[in-house]
């Protein structure tokens, strides 16, 4: 993992692809848009890939949209995952906060110091060269997390990110749709599922808008929604019971026609076993995963004789 901040200049940087990464020249506005980015790619050799999930931000006022819906104010220290080439970056650092930015791809993460720093001179960024999913350190110990998350990887990043900075108390991901109304549904939704029960552990998580196709570049075969999120007070439990749940939830929801007496049994032991620690943590073993809540989960977990 590497670091760089926007102190960083053109001159000190190391060339791509035979020459010196540098920025496109300064638009009007503090924030970047369709041509700025565009010229960007071009000049990073930059072709956007699924298997990165990238699709950028093209849209200065989905930016700005964003960043009001996350409640950002000056003095605030956010992580971004995914920054790619700084639209979102711009827009958090815009409002006067600190931003420590984690980018998997390194000729993203070398030039975002540089044109950062071309528009907006001076705001406080720190960027990692790094895979989110290995990340469990960061600088700064950021309060607030705002990104918009790689389709492939968005879960699995949000949950590890939540899992190892408990100092991310809250935050707004852009996500695909189908994946976010997951995020947010109560028991008993057609979509309620793993994701939704892990997340729940952590807080409480909402959708907070719709977001047009036509904002990102290149233009995503999947619609896309804003999930906002508030974490607990406190945590739910140990980290061996929030294991023990997570084992249950995905037990639960890999069969989740079934009851629970029969979707758990193999992680249990037999059925008959299932039976007696659901109903020790007072909840009917013909019920499905379906219908249960983090905490009735965390009651079978505590029910459950691990040694």
Not at 268 to 291: F, K
């Amino acid at each position: 993992m590497s670091e760089t901040t926007n102190s960083d200049s053109a001159e000190s940087a190391e060339p791509q692809h035979g020459r010196h990464a540098a920025a496109p020249a300064k638009a009007p506005s503090a924030l970047l848009g369709p041509a700025e980015i565009r010229d960007l790619a071009e000049m990073l050799g930059v072709n956007p890939t699924k298997k990165l999930g990238q699709n950028f931000v093209i849209d200065a006022n989905t930016v700005r949209r964003i960043v009001k819906v996350a409640q950002i104010t000056p003095g605030d220290t956010v992580v971004e995952v995914g920054p790619g080439l700084g639209s979102l970056t711009l827009g958090l650092t815009e409002v006067g906060a600190g931003v420590v930015a984690v980018e998997i791809d390194a000729r993203l993460a070398e030039q975002l110091p540089l044109t950062v720093e071309l528009m907006q001179p001076g705001v406080p960024l720190t960027v990692l060269h790094a895979d989110a999913l290995r990340v469990v350190e960061l600088p700064g110990n950021p309060t607030c997390l705002v990104a918009n998350l790689p389709y492939n990887v968005s879960v699995p990043v949000l949950l590890h990110l939540l899992e190892n900075f408990a100092s991310i108390r809250s935050g707004v991901v852009m996500v695909q749709a189908e994946v976010g109304e997951r995020l947010a549904a109560p028991p008993g939704s057609k979509v309620y599922g793993s994701p939704s029960v892990k997340a729940a552990w952590y807080g409480d998580f909402r959708t907070a808008g719709k977001v047009s196709r036509q904002v990102f570049w290149p233009v995503p075969n999947v619609d896309s929604i804003l999930v906002a999120f508030e974490r607990r007070g406190e945590q739910l439990e140990s980290e061996e019971l929030r294991l023990a749940t997570f084992a249950l939830v995905d037990a639960a929801f890999q069969q989740r026609r079934k009851m629970l007496r029969q979707s758990l049994s193999v992680l249990l032991g037999d059925s008959a076993t299932a039976s007696t620690v659901i109903t020790a943590a007072g909840i009917d073993p013909t019920t499905r995963g379906e219908q249960l809540t983090v905490h009735d989960f965390l009651a079978i977990a505590r029910a459950w004789p691990t040694d």
